[in-house]
């Protein structure tokens, strides 16, 4: 007789769900890691005001800066692992500069972790370049980062960038390198101009950066970062300026978006930003700085002009009163924000944690300003920002922070009349983010 099949096999059981709520983010995972999907967001909400001279000139750049308020970031998104090997991030933003907009990916990438020498990230996200770029905005010191490292991470990073990306190392050293392609949204050109009328921009970011000295309550960071264009994007024949590289950028307070220095469009073959580190901690007390050259090959010059170039750089520091200190990350060799060693809690007699910093920052986009040949001149400016911030972190989810700034802005137009100015603003930022 045939033999009686027996029961069939039964599928293995799922891996348990945990969910979890730090801080709080909702998360779900199953038990062996394998997948994951945490709910992520962010909203700062800025208030600023400009206090500039009555008897500015009618051909002053930003002779009007409009007090008010703005969210800077709003942001909600989903990050999580798959399979294990695979983490992804989706990402959408409705804040912007001086206005909020109807929403945009900010970011939407996929990242293999599968290899031991490296990770793998393609999709759209913000190249690691430099040391400023590679710090959370979530956790800054001031509300924007300096300009001179805008504009550097703006040639082939920044962010919505599209691009793949390579990058490893340890607890002291990492390296990164990415090959992009043109901005996903035109929010932020520095490099090109999106979109382009015919071919996008191909650019490209490397950094190397890590502690070469740490002890048990200090380290040194030392590190070289590079932004390039390789080739601008192709506006067409048609076009002023068929292939146009533009440095430009705001006084690091974005309430109004007008941007007081700006080379105008340069008709290019490339461009790239040769920036070096340098920070420090000890206990309470950080400082970072980065200097910055940005240089611009002209395609095709008339004859007796020449190929500009800049230079900008920054310096800034802070001190925890309350005694934390920010967080060094291994992962992106940069500092992390400021997490109090008590929540707010006026019942219990705590208030959060709180830290002085400050930051001078220097931008120079002329080149050749009294040349004899017009064509040779560059009159993009001179801008200089001094700025005191207070930072109150009441708990890991909300933070705000309070900053002065003093803005001098040297610039002359074709005539040589002076549109720059000088003048003080003062803000606030209002965040929480879970």
Do not use: C
Request: proline letters at 5%; zero cysteines.
């Amino acid at each position: 007789p045939a033999p009686v099949p027996g029961p069939a096999a039964s599928a293995p059981a799922a891996p348990p769900v945990k969910v979890a709520m730090k801080n709080g983010t909702p998360s779900i995972a199953t038990s062996d890691g394998a997948f994951s999907i945490a709910v992520h967001g962010v909203f700062q909400l800025d208030a600023a005001t400009y206090d500039q001279s009555k008897r500015l000139g009618a051909a002053v750049t930003g002779r009007d800066l409009n007090s008010g308020t703005n969210f800077r970031r709003a942001r909600i998104g989903l990050d999580g692992k798959l399979f294990s090997d695979f983490d992804y991030r989706i990402l959408l933003d409705f804040g912007g500069a001086g206005a909020e907009n109807v929403g945009h990916f900010h970011e939407a990438w996929l990242q293999y972790n599968g290899l031991k020498a490296m990770k793998l990230r393609v999709g759209e996200f913000a190249p690691n370049v430099g040391m400023e770029d590679a710090g959370s905005a979530n956790a800054s010191p001031f509300l924007e980062r300096s300009s001179a490292a805008e504009v550097a991470r703006g040639l082939g990073g920044g962010d919505t960038r599209m691009g793949i990306s390579a990058f490893g190392g340890n607890e002291r050293l990492i390296w990164a390198v990415a090959l992009t392609g043109s901005l996903a949204s035109s929010l932020n050109t520095q490099g090109g101009f999106s979109p382009a009328t015919y071919d996008e921009q191909l650019g490209m970011t490397a950094r190397l950066a890590g502690v070469p000295f740490e002890g048990k309550n200090w380290l040194i960071h030392t590190g070289v970062n590079y932004s390039a264009v390789i080739n601008p994007a192709d506006m067409g024949a048609s076009a002023a300026t068929r292939y146009p590289v533009q440095l430009r950028e705001r006084p690091e307070l974005t309430v109004d978006g007008t941007r007081l220095i700006d080379t105008g469009a340069l008709n290019a073959q490339s461009a790239a930003a040769t920036g070096l580190e340098l920070g420090a901690q000890y206990g309470p007390l950080f400082a970072q700085s980065e200097a910055f050259h940005y240089a611009v090959e002209r395609l095709n010059p008339a004859a007796g002009v020449s190929n500009p170039d800049f230079s900008g750089w920054y310096v800034e520091g802070g001190w925890a009163l309350t005694g934390e200190r920010r967080k060094y990350n291994a992962a992106t060799q940069a500092f992390d924000g400021l997490m109090p060693a008590y929540n707010f809690d006026p019942k219990s007699g705590h208030w959060g944690a709180f830290e002085v910093v400050a930051r001078y920052s220097t931008l120079d986009l002329d080149y050749h300003r009294d040349a004899a040949l017009a064509a040779d001149r560059v009159l993009g400016g001179q801008q200089n920002v001094t700025s005191l911030g207070l930072d109150w972190q009441l708990n890991p989810a909300i933070r705000f922070v309070f900053q002065g700034q003093a803005v001098k802005v040297d610039r002359i137009n074709a005539a040589g009349a002076q549109i720059g100015q000088k003048y003080n603003a003062f803000a606030i930022r209002s965040q929480f983010g879970f």
